[in-house]
Nanobody
Framework: QVQLVESGGGLVQPGGSLRLSCVAS????????IFWYRQAPGKERDFVAS????????AYEGSVRGRFTISRDNAKNTVYLQMNDLKPEDTAVYYC?????????????WGQGTQVTVSL
């Protein structure tokens, strides 16, 4: 069973930091790029960051570039999102995503999400 499980969210003050983790199971993690998305209340789910299978290339949405860092540990089947200098507009549920081959078909795997709240 393909599974993604996020953790690490919480309440933090503006300017603070959090590190999110996403642990994968049920597929060959090291073969796939992994994505972080976020969804604020009443808004669409938006792309935040991505990392290729080897970890050598990353991409970021403009408002988080320079503040967030995505990384992965293929030995631990885990991808991380280090978030620094957090702002109230970063408040959202953060989701881990992978599109994997499952039973010979593409399958969009999503985690359950982890809440990040940036507030005084």
């Amino acid at each position: 069973q393909v599974q993604l499980v996020e953790s690490g969210g919480g309440l933090v003050q503006p300017g603070g930091s959090l590190r999110l983790s996403c642990v994968a199971s049920g597929f060959t993690f090291s073969m796939y790029p992994i994505f972080w998305y976020r969804q604020a209340p009443g808004k669409e789910r938006d792309f935040v960051a991505s990392i290729v299978s080897t970890g050598t290339n990353t991409a970021y949405e403009g408002s988080v570039r320079g503040r967030f860092t995505i990384s992965r540990d293929n030995a631990k089947n885990t991808v991380y999102l280090q978030m620094n200098d957090l702002k109230p507009e970063d408040t959202a549920v953060y989701y881990c995503h992978a599109r994997v081959l499952w039973n010979d078909r593409p399958y969009d795997a999503w985690g359950q999400g982890t809440q990040v709240t940036v507030s005084l």
